[in-house]
C-alpha cells in the first residue's frame, strides 16, 4: 500500500511560482496513474493534473492548462507540479493521488492513495 507526503508548498505573490513534490513510499508510483487536486474552503476538491501510469498522457483542465505542468522521477519515486502565473484562486489544498491503474481519472472518488495535503496562499 502506497503511502504519500507533499510539499513545497507556501505563500507567493500573484504572478510568482511554486513547485509541489509528491514523494511515495510503501510502493512504486510507476504502477499507479497520479492525479494533483486542490480544495479550497467551502468547495469541493477540484482535479488540476494527471499522469497516466506510463507516464506517456498528462490531462490537465481549462483553468490550469499552460501554466501547471506534472512530471514524474522514477528514480526518485516522486511526482511533481510546477505551477507557474499563479492566480489567487489558485489558492487552495493541494493534494497527490494515486490509482493502481493505467489511466487518468478527474474524480477524486476513483483514487485510492491520497497525500495529507499541502497549503498554497496566492496573494494579489
Known amino acids: 500500500q502506497v503511502q504519500l507526503v507533499e510539499s513545497g508548498g507556501g505563500s507567493v505573490q500573484a504572478g510568482g511560482s511554486l513547485r509541489l513534490s509528491c514523494a511515495a513510499s510503501g510502493g512504486t508510483l510507476s504502477n499507479y496513474a497520479v492525479g494533483w487536486f486542490r480544495q479550497a474552503p467551502g468547495k469541493e476538491r477540484e482535479f488540476v493534473a494527471g499522469?497516466?501510469?506510463?507516464?506517456?498522457?498528462?490531462y490537465y483542465p481549462d483553468s490550469v492548462k499552460g501554466r501547471f505542468t506534472i512530471s514524474r522521477d522514477n528514480a526518485k519515486n516522486t511526482v511533481a507540479l510546477q505551477m507557474n502565473s499563479l492566480k489567487p484562486e489558485d489558492t487552495a489544498v493541494y493534494y497527490c493521488?494515486?490509482?493502481?491503474?493505467?489511466?487518468?481519472?478527474?474524480?477524486?472518488?476513483?483514487?485510492?492513495?491520497w497525500g495529507q495535503g499541502t497549503q498554497v496562499t496566492v496573494s494579489s
Open positions: 493521488a494515486a490509482r493502481r491503474v493505467r489511466i487518468v481519472s478527474t474524480l477524486p472518488t476513483e483514487y485510492n492513495y
Open positions: 499522469n497516466s501510469r506510463s507516464g506517456g498522457s498528462t
